[in-house]
């Protein structure tokens, strides 16, 4: 708990103010995140990137994205960077929040991720690399080996 920040979550309220899009407001790049995220268009991309000069957007447009994918069960985790925020400005809880919610939205990887501190308790001292591998894909890898997923659907 102490790794993680919590003014990174997409749906967190510690921040004044936080940004939101208007309706109708950046609908075009929303609906096109939209449909390669629900893969509704042919795209062989991996990743998508946003990005654009400072305050045109990116964290209201990031914001909405996550709050459509909560809402139609696809958002595993969020981490929303902020300048101004001195744990939302670095890369450094970027894999515990993950974790955490991955931990949150898959129960049974609970016990996997908590396993992987309590062996080695300074994972959080690791690159960030190491930190994915133990604390996300490992976990998450081997609920898929034991078929605990199907289409849609987190067991």
């Not at 936080?18 to 929303?30: D, G, L, Q, S």
């Not at 939209?34 to 990743?47: G, I, K, R, S, Y």
């Not at 992987?116 to 890898?141: C, G, H, M, N």
Request: glycine share 2%.
């Amino acid at each position: 708990m102490e790794a993680v920040s919590p003014n990174a979550f997409y749906d967190s309220d510690n921040r004044a103010d936080p940004p939101k899009c208007h309706e109708n407001m950046r609908v075009a790049v929303i609906s096109k995140i939209m449909d390669w995220v629900t893969n509704t268009v042919d795209m062989d991309a991996l990743m998508l990137w946003l990005y654009g000069p400072a305050g045109v957007g990116k964290t209201a447009i990031a914001r909405r994205v996550a709050e459509l994918c909560e809402v139609q069960e696809l958002l595993l985790a969020s981490f929303l960077f902020f300048r101004s925020d001195p744990k939302c400005n670095t890369i450094t809880p970027l894999v515990t929040n993950i974790a955490y919610c991955v931990a949150r939205v898959i129960p049974s990887t609970h016990e996997l991720i908590n396993f992987a501190i309590e062996v080695d308790p300074l994972i959080f001292t690791y690159s960030l690399e190491v930190q994915l591998t133990k604390l996300v894909l490992e976990p998450l890898r081997l609920l898929a080996d034991q078929a605990h997923f199907f289409p849609g659907k987190f067991l």
